[in-house]
Nanobody
């Protein structure tokens, strides 16, 4: 059974930094794209950042130059370094991984940025 376990969320002041981690396990298949979405109550979930198995990256315009996604393929772990955080970054952040064909999701971790 595939599991994605997230860590690293919390409360930070505007301008601060947080690092999210997501460790995936339980699949004999190749881990393809991995990344992060976020969701604010009442709004649709939006893609924050994605990284392919080859290291290619894609970011939402709102986080470019502030967030950096990386992965450790040996550990099946994806990271999101978030710098210069803004109150509008407040959301539940969900890790995802595309494994074989299906997309799997983590349970979500709350990030709160105070002004």
């Amino acid at each position: 059974q595939v599991q994605l376990v997230e860590s690293g969320g919390g409360l930070v002041q505007a301008g601060g930094s947080l690092r999210l981690s997501c460790a995936a396990s339980g699949s004999p298949f190749r881990f393809n794209d991995m990344g992060w979405h976020r969701q604010v109550p009442g709004k649709q979930r939006e893609l924050v950042a994605l990284i392919t198995s080859g290291g290619g990256t894609n970011y939402a315009d709102s986080v470019k130059d502030r967030f950096t996604i990386s992965r450790d393929n040996a550990k099946n772990t994806v990271y999101l370094q978030m710098n210069s955080l803004k109150p509008e970054d407040t959301a539940v952040y969900y890790c995802f991984a595309i494994i074989g064909g299906p997309t799997y999701w983590g349970q979500g971790t709350q990030v709160t940025v105070s002004s």
